[in-house]
């Protein structure tokens, strides 16, 4: 199968071409990401009516350049896929709308895809990783521990009950001075901080269900900050390595909790994927696999540039998608929020 893939639905303008063989595997034949930090950074963060309108601009000659690189015609594709949400609203219309008319025009079937599924699948396109899985999903705006029995079964064990981990990082990362996006210059100081300087909390540590709280942690940074000011260039460093470690620290107590309510459950996973933006963390992968060959499993993770959102996750989903049947009419709405218990599809475990 050959699918175009495009995503809209944050600050990234991507579009991308992947195949997927009857065996399950894949191949990204081109992956085009135009990235808005640039027009966003001034602001500290996404500007919605910005992003929409850079899409707009942009998007038309993103997927010219991701047919021409793939070398595969449009007439080739087996469907169009794109992101339908969640995501702002604004940029999603962008996405879809475009999407929609190389569907009707091109007379191909159309795959609205979920971000926070494509998210989830994208394990499957760089690595050979079979249902059920745990999928912890950590991205700039969700924080959840699933088990994901087939393409579109959810199963949500725990999640954020206030900020995702994405978010955390980007407010510590602004809280401090730092560039936006917050996650990787966060984790680039913290390359350079002593971890143990700031005893930070663990909020939730042991509890039995896999749940998250990060707003105390991110107040704690900042009464931190408040207490050691004028803050000098060490002592942000010392603070993000703090911060960095009670988040590594977290995730594991989060997985480990997570891999025990799925087996009480009777699953066996065949992996932990690790998915979403905060996916690209080194800190976080590597405590990750730890954990995860603790549990009697292993990490499956997609390389870094894959974590963070792109064109060629949406185009694999929608891969996923047809590949079983699933299509959508050019009916479907665009949606801002859309959760990954709602998305439909096909049990897949044995
Ligand atoms: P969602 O997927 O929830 O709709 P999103 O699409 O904006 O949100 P992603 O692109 O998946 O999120 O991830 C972006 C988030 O990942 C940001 O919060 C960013 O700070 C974080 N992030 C990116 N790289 C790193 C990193 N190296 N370390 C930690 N966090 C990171
Ligand atoms: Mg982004
Ligand atoms: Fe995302």
Not at 129 to 157: D, I, M, N, R
Not at 169 to 186: E, H, I, Q, R, S
Not at 331 to 345: D, N
């Amino acid at each position: 199968l050959l699918l175009l893939g495009i995503e809209t639905t944050c600050d990234e303008t991507a579009a991308a071409v992947v195949r997927r063989r009857a065996d399950g595997s894949g191949t990204i034949l081109s992956n085009i990401v135009l990235s808005q930090t640039a027009d966003h950074a001034p602001y500290g963060g996404v500007v919605p009516e910005i992003a929409s309108r850079a899409h707009v601009e942009v998007l038309d000659r993103v997927i010219e350049r991701a047919l021409r690189s793939s070398g595969v015609k449009l007439v080739e594709m087996d469907a169009i896929a794109a992101a339908a949400g969640p995501g702002l609203i604004g940029g999603v219309i962008v996405g879809l709308t475009t999407a929609k008319a190389i569907a009707l025009a091109a007379r191909k079937p159309l795959v609205a895809v979920n971000h926070l599924e494509a998210h989830a699948l994208t394990a499957r396109l760089t690595d050979a990783v079979p249902f059920p899985f745990l999928l912890l999903l950590v991205s700039g705006g969700h924080t959840q521990l699933v088990a994901v029995t087939g393409v579109g079964e959810y199963h949500k064990l725990g999640g954020t009950m206030d900020d995702a981990i994405g978010e955390a990082f980007d407010k510590t990362a602004k809280m401090l001075g730092l560039p936006y996006p917050g996650g990787p210059a966060v984790e680039r100081a913290a390359l350079r901080g002593d971890a143990s300087r700031f005893a930070l909390p663990r909020p939730l540590h042991g509890k039995p269900v896999p749940d998250f709280s990060l707003s105390g942690l991110k107040t704690a940074v900042r009464l931190e900050a408040l207490r050691i000011a004028p803050l000098t260039d060490q002592d942000v460093n010392d603070l993000c390595a703090s911060f960095q470690g009670a988040i590594v620290d977290i995730l594991a107590d989060r997985v480990r909790c997570a891999l025990r309510v799925m087996r009480e459950r009777g699953m066996k996973p065949s992996a932990l994927v690790l998915a979403g933006g905060v996916g690209a963390n080194q800190a976080v992968r590597r405590v990750l696999h730890k954990v995860a060959a603790d549990g009697g499993t292993r990490l499956a993770v997609p390389p870094p540039e894959l974590c963070t959102d792109n064109g060629a996750m949406i185009a694999w989903a929608g891969a996923e998608r047809f590949a079983l049947g699933l299509t959508d009419d050019l009916a479907v709405s665009p949606r801002a929020r859309w959760p990954l218990e709602e998305v439909t599809g096909v049990e897949m475990a044995d």
